[in-house]
Structure formats: C-alpha cells, structure tokens
C-alpha cells in the first residue's frame, strides 16, 4: 500500500512540474490586470496566477508572471511557486522555482520586484526590493542577505 501511495504521488508529481514548466501563462499578459489573483482549478490542481507586470530593460519589454499552485497527492497537498518571466514576442524566457509560497514576489515596480520576508536579526517581516537593471538575472534572490536565491 506504502509503494503504491508513493507511486501515485511520483505520478501526481511529475505531471504538476511538467505542466508548470510547458504551462503557457502568456494569455494572463494583461495591463488591465495587474495585481489581480486568478485562479484555475481542476481536479486536483488549484492555482493561483498574477500578471506583476512589466520590466523595460535597454529597449526591451519583459512580463512577470507569478504562480502559486497545490497539487493533491494521495492525502496531502504539495505547493510549487514560480515566477515566469516572458519576452515581448510572450514567450518564456526564463522561469524561477522558488522555495516558499511567502518567497514570491508582491509588487513590480519601476523595474523592481519587491518580496516580503523575516529579518533574522529582529525577526519583523520586512520589504525587501530588488532593483532589475540591464537584463534578466540568472538567479532570483529573495531576501537581502542574497544567500536565499533560485
């Protein structure tokens, strides 16, 4: 019984990321809709999406896309956050996976993502703002100490 749960959640599992990763989130694009939840559902699969909106980096456009998704397997759910970025043509350029639902960022403004997170040393959540220039980073870091990065 113990194999097959673990077989099932294999299953569930692997057919999340793939969805995640293959997902065409370009049709959530819309300047009318920034900041605003959407939610997609299925059987198993609950999702939260939000267009963030805009980076212009040396002429360029890119869009930022978040998502929060849970997946049911066997008994549980297991979440997976992501932010997306797209070209201007809205293909995905790259794609972030992150550790935490609370590691997402909130807001994109004037080329900056900014992220909610716990300072260690006065343990009070705070604003962390990463300022994007130039182009896309490799690494997304979510915090300032720059040790929490996907």
């Given amino acids: ?65 978040t998502s929060f998704k849970t997946v049911k397997a066997a008994l549980t759910r297991h979440g997976h956050s992501t932010v997306y970025i797209y070209n201007s043509n809205k293909k995905m350029i790259r794609n972030y996976i992150l550790g935490l639902p609370e590691e997402i960022p909130f807001n994109l403004e004037n080329n900056s993502l900014y992220f909610n997170y716990v300072n260690d040393l006065t343990k009070t959540s705070e604003i962390f703002i990463l300022k994007i220039e130039e182009e896309i980073p490799l690494f997304l870091c979510v915090d300032p100490s720059f040790q929490e990065c996907y």
């Fill in 1 to 65: 019984m113990k194999k097959l749960i673990y077989l099932i959640f294999i299953f569930f599992y692997s057919l999340s990321f793939s969805q995640s990763r293959d997902a065409n989130y370009s049709k959530f694009i819309n300047k009318y809709r920034i900041n605003e939840p959407r939610i997609k559902k299925t059987k198993n699969i609950t999702e939260n999406i939000i267009y963030l909106g805009e980076l212009n980096l040396n002429n360029s456009t890119f869009y930022v896309i």
